[in-house]
């Protein structure tokens, strides 16, 4: 069973550019969550998306947004990119059904984004 | 709200060394807990779970309790490799949120030959 895939590996943008990074869950896999990876802030929680719906939001300003697409693959977009969102972005998916047990999340190798 | 928090690194320690990374939480509901390791250059691997309290998760050696009483999932090894240098997480899921995950900020381990 192929693992999640995030593509690009790496990026460089400049300051005020926009960024797409895109998340291709596992097969079967309806959740896709989004994570942002800094050395000073640790991984914080962007927002899920679950059959196409934002279903959880963390707290990051509007720039940040993200879709989800009928095949389950997501994408985010960061607009007006600020030297403060180089970061390695994470994408979790996971079947995302609740109830009374978690839902491991498969995590994928992330985009490294650099904003010079 | 919940968080987790767990010690910081870095942690150097000989190869056959006994390891312990401690992890606290603090949740509102009732949660589940994780230990993610990440090795260089690659995303989050799940290294082991537990579901509710007194259950132990365990996976390649690593053993982790969790213990509702002090909130803790406290990290095992009895005997580390240099192949376990990684960083390391601890990160709770509750219910309650959805399927948000919370994480520490993670402890880097070296192991050294």
Known sequence: ??????????????????????????????????????????????????????????????????????????????????????ALYLCASSLGTGGLSYNEQFFGPGTRLTVL | GNSVTQMEGPVTLSEEAFLTINCTYTATGYPSLFWYVQYPGEGLQLLLKATKADDKGSNKGFEATYR??????????GSVQVSDSAVYFCALSDKNTGNQFYFGTGTSLTVIP
């Open chain 1, 1 to 86: 069973k192929a693992g999640v895939t995030q593509t690009p590996r790496y990026l460089i943008k400049t300051r005020g550019q926009q960024v797409t990074l895109s998340c291709s869950p596992i097969s079967g896999h309806r959740s896709v969550s989004w994570y942002q990876q800094t050395p000073g802030q640790g991984l914080q929680f962007l927002f899920e998306y679950f059959s196409e719906t934002q279903r959880n939001k963390g707290n990051f300003p509007g720039r940040f947004s993200g879709r989800q697409f009928s095949n389950s693959r997501s994408e985010m977009n960061v607009s007006t990119l600020e030297l403060g969102d180089s």
């Open chain 2, 68 to 77: 509702k009483e002090t909130t803790s999932f406290h990290l095992e090894k």
